[in-house]
């Protein structure tokens, strides 16, 4: 494991366990636990959050339209109440398995997608529903992450969490740790511009940004040793995918969760079987990779998919310098540069990892 994402426990059975539950549908519990990520001073630190909340319900569908999903035996209406977002994951079908997307119960038996994925599901699809996570079961309702406080509605020394928003753009987010009677501001996970922020949704296959703006993490004592005062772990809890999970990435620059809790080479990614590579060692139009090096820059890599004779440099992965890079290890959040037309990446489950 490296330094900046530890598996520390899983707490409970790798084996999927299906209960009863209303008619036909079933709950399921998947293996759950904790990472710690580890977060630098001063910098920009891209996470991702590698775990995501429990399974709500599943099933299989008999038929699907544009923009809805019928399992006939299923009571969206009691499994999916109004006042959360949810994410439905196909779970078979060739080439379909970890397809995603939010939904929300339009009738007992129907879910409403924002995509159309009529041509993924038919009768027979299996399906699972989580919960989104939000930045509250993230970092804690009252901050248990520790992430250093705003006061009173300034933000200008609070860590910030910045979610993007797909398009380019972000949305940013602290903890107020103090209460301000005019104009009324509530402690809790605020928007920098002071919107109550405690239900935003995190989705569990992007990558997040935690800006820390303080120089260090504590103070040091006079004749004490304070250690590493410039690096700090949070630790965050949920449930782990145990399927590849699938991801769109947008024209330019898309941060990207690893989904899988546990470190992966890049040669076991077998992203390059979705990205554009690059030819005899010209990366301009392949896409790149960008892995966070622990220390606020950047380790870029690209798939090399043309072999060179003079110099020499063989198929695989290698930094944008054309060093070998086949065992540098995909981060829990990384950067996809994407230089062609949206598409789709496959986070995989490596045949070395059982769960």
């Known amino acids: 494991m490296n330094t900046s994402q530890k598996l520390i426990a899983l707490l409970s059975g790798a084996a999927l366990l299906s209960v009863s539950s209303l008619a ?17 001073s001063a910098a920009f630190n891209v996470l991702g959050l590698n775990l995501s909340n429990e399974i709500i319900v599943s099933g299989a569908f008999e038929s699907s339209s544009a923009s809805t999903a019928t399992d006939s035996e299923a009571n969206f209406s009691t499994a999916l109440p109004s006042g959360s977002d949810y994410v439905l994951r196909v779970t078979s079908g060739a080439g379909n398995i970890g397809l995603n997307t939010t939904v929300s119960a339009s009738a007992p038996t129907v ?7 009529s041509s993924v599901i038919s009768a027979g699809t299996t399906y699972e529903v989580r919960r989104v996570q939000t930045i509250s079961n993230l970092f804690g309702p009252t901050n248990s992450a520790e992430l250093e406080g705003g006061i009173a509605g300034d933000s200008s020394a609070a860590d910030i969490v910045w979610i993007p ?3 380019g753009g ?11 009677p005019f104009p009324s501001l509530t402690v809790g996970w605020k928007t920098t511009d002071n919107a109550d922020a405690a239900d935003f949704p995190v989705y569990f296959t992007s990558g997040i940004l935690i800006q820390v703006q303080r120089s260090a993490f504590g103070v040091s004592e006079a004749g004490v040793d304070p250690g590493d005062l410039t690096s700090k772990d949070i630790t965050l809890t949920g449930s782990v995918i145990t399927e590849d999970t699938q991801a769109i990435v947008e024209t330019g620059f898309n941060f990207v969760s690893r989904v899988l809790p546990a470190d992966v080479t890049l040669v076991d990614s077998q992203l390059e079987l979705d990205i554009v590579g690059g030819l005899a060692g010209n990366t301009s139009s392949a896409d790149i990779i ?4 622990g220390l606020g820059g950047y380790t870029r890599v690209y798939y090399n998919s043309t072999a060179r004779p003079f110099p020499s440099l063989t198929v695989g992965w290698k930094t944008t310098d054309n060093a070998d890079a086949s065992a540098e290890v995909l981060t829990s959040g990384f950067i996809v540069e994407r230089k062609g037309a949206p598409t789709m990446i496959t986070m995989r489950i490596p045949s070395s990892i059982s769960l």
């Open 111 to 117: 879910l409403t997608t924002d995509d159309d994925l």
């Open 170 to 180: 972000y949305t940013r987010i602290y903890y107020n740790a103090t209460a301000r």
């Open 290 to 293: 960008w892995l966070p090096d």
């Open 165 to 167: 928003d797909g398009l």
């Open 24 to 40: 036909a549908q079933t709950a399921t519990t998947a293996p759950v636990g904790y990472v710690t990520e580890t977060i630098k």
